[in-house]
């Protein structure tokens, strides 16, 4: 199994650009999310789905929009990038087989804005 | 809203001995869901262990156990004969119980473990 895949793995902006990040999963899990790891802060939601056709606001979800395209896959917009926005994006999914089940992360993005 | 304070932004330890990582966390649920995560300079992220808050018992995988201290809000995870694979962020995690459609987890800062050979 492929687990959560994202793409690109690396990714260079100048401010004011745009993007879409890719987040696929094949483990048939109902929720996904989106986390941004920052030096010193952890990681911190920026948005979730809990659903197909469902989307809730996190911790630090200004400048970002979500997308739950169907069961499988959850994107992530920067409609226009900021240096601010410069971080490991990390996408994440979970299967509720019972209240203690973990996420299973994929491998993150790097994105530099310039 | 829940925090999770994990105070040793850095730590090391010799190979093959034993070291603890803290993690604090506030709540005032009594009902929730403690995790350990581990991320290696591969970015990846893995969980190491997990602990139900009702259990009393501490949770323990091979090398690694927790120190569940529910009154006091604590959960450190001990790792024992520590190996070079070890080096990675630790992050602690905190979720509450929830209706299925709200499990969001509440991450610390991370604490960097350096192993000396």
């Known amino acids: 199994?492929?687990?959560?895949?994202?793409?690109p793995k690396f990714q260079v902006l100048k401010t004011g650009q745009s993007m879409t990040?890719?987040?696929?999963?094949?483990?048939?899990?109902?929720s996904m999310y989106w986390y941004r790891q920052d030096p010193?802060?952890?990681?911190?939601?920026?948005?979730?789905?809990?659903?197909?056709?469902?989307?809730?606001?996190?911790e630090v979800p200004n400048g970002y929009n979500v997308s739950r395209l169907n069961k499988r896959e959850f994107s992530l917009r920067l409609e226009s990038a900021a240096p601010s926005q410069t971080s490991v994006y990390f996408c994440a999914s979970l299967f509720?087989?019972?209240y203690n089940s973990p996420l299973h992360f994929g491998n993150g993005t790097r994105l530099t804005v310039t | 809203a829940q925090t999770v304070t994990q105070s040793q932004p850095e730590m090391s330890v010799q190979e093959?001995?034993?070291?603890?990582l803290s993690c604090t966390y506030d709540t005032s649920e009594s009902d929730y869901y403690l995790f350990w995560y581990k991320q290696p300079p591969s970015r990846q992220m893995i969980l190491v262990i997990r602990q139900e808050a009702y259990k009393q018992q501490n949770?323990?995988?091979?090398?690694?156990?927790v120190n569940f201290q529910k009154a006091a809000k604590?959960?450190?995870?001990?790792?024992?004969?520590?190996?070079?694979?070890?080096?990675?962020?630790?992050f602690c995690a905190y979720r509450r119980e929830t209706n299925f459609g709200?499990?969001?987890?509440?991450f610390g800062t991370g604490t960097r473990l350096t192993i000396i050979p």
């Open chain 1, 21 to 30: 990040l890719q987040c696929a999963q094949d483990m048939n899990h109902n």
């Open chain 1, 1 to 7: 199994n492929a687990g959560v895949t994202q793409t």
């Open chain 2, 59 to 65: 949770a323990t995988e091979n090398r690694f156990s």
């Open chain 2, 16 to 20: 093959a001995e034993t070291v603890t």
């Open chain 1, 96 to 98: 509720r087989s019972s």
């Open chain 2, 102 to 106: 709200n499990e969001k987890l509440t």
């Open chain 2, 74 to 90: 604590s959960f450190s995870l001990k790792i024992s004969d520590s190996q070079l694979g070890d080096a990675a962020m630790y």
């Open chain 1, 40 to 58: 010193g802060m952890g990681l911190r939601l920026i948005y979730y789905s809990a659903s197909e056709g469902t989307t809730d606001k996190g």
